[in-house]
């Protein structure tokens, strides 16, 4: 049915639309036609199954919208010149509609899994690298923590533990370039006011003169004036290294 040339032909015999000698021609056509008559017995079967659903009781929980649109929809089709639009193709319109939105919803949904999916496996791996970062911080080779310092970086800024665990290896790893790599890492954000604390608060608990040299020198490029106290502090220690001392007033001079 859905390949015959003469599906219009057919439509408007059913819906009235041929002149009386039009018609007068097409039933000659369906005497000698078995495959027409045969096509016309189904397409009259199939606007008897559309006039059967149209006269069954709508059901009161069914979308009102939905039947709206329908409205307009039946509404457009009869105010066209010739009824050749027909209820097939009205159904036709609308089914395609529902499959539009079905497509579009489900391009969607599948879209968000696929996010939050994503979302939750970077997660699972910033959450594992975070945990190799803090053991490879604690491994007996200096090494190894001066590489873990450095992969750290990546992940300092926003994350309070890295930063923790920066301010522990700056404050009391045994190495000396372990405690500078520690240092030149926290550098990098200097602007965050949790991070100039923790440098603040390291210069008044080191000994080691090239740490309290590095911590000086970040402090002061930075321009950060409320050092001024912890290079004070720093100045009243009787054992301090020349240089350290000459370093810590320089600063003072800078910064005030």
């Keep these: 049915m859905e390949g015959s040339t003469d599906s219009q032909l057919l439509i408007q015999f059913l819906e009235g639309g041929l002149s009386p000698a039009e018609q007068a021609k097409f039933q ?3 005497k000698v036609e078995p495959a027409l008559e045969k096509e016309l017995q189904q397409w009259q079967d199939l606007y008897a ?38 209820l097939y193709w009205k159904w036709a319109g609308v089914a395609a509609g529902i499959l539009v939105l079905i497509t579009l919803v489900s391009s969607i949904y599948l879209n968000w899994t696929q996010q939050r999916q994503l979302a939750e496996m970077q997660g699972e791996i910033e959450k594992t690298q975070r945990m190799l970062i803090l053991s490879m911080l604690e491994n ?47 550098a990098d954000f200097v602007e965050e006011p949790a991070v100039i604390g923790i440098l603040i608060a390291s210069l008044e608990k080191q000994t080691l003169p090239q740490v309290q040299i590095a911590l ?19 100045l009243e220690q009787e054992e301090l290294m020349d240089i350290v001392r000459d370093k810590a007033a320089e600063g003072i001079g800078i910064l005030l």
Excluded at 141 to 152: D, F, I, Y
Excluded at 216 to 234: C, G, P, S, W, Y
């Design 140 to 186: 007996p080779s200096a090494s190894n923590r001066m590489q873990a310092v450095g992969v750290s970086l990546q992940q300092t800024q926003g994350d309070d533990e890295m930063l923790e665990a920066l301010q522990q290896v700056l404050d009391y790893d045994p190495n000396v370039n372990v405690r500078l790599k520690a240092a030149s890492a926290l």
């Design 49 to 86: 199954e559309f006039d059967q659903q149209e006269n069954t009781p709508v059901p009161q929980r069914v979308d009102e919208g939905f039947y709206a649109f329908l409205d307009q929809v039946q509404n457009l089709s009869s105010t066209a010149p010739s009824r050749s639009v027909s």
């Design 28 to 30: 000659a056509r369906l």
């Design 216 to 234: 000086i020198d970040i402090l002061t490029a930075a321009r950060k004036k409320e050092a001024v106290n912890a290079f004070h502090k720093l």
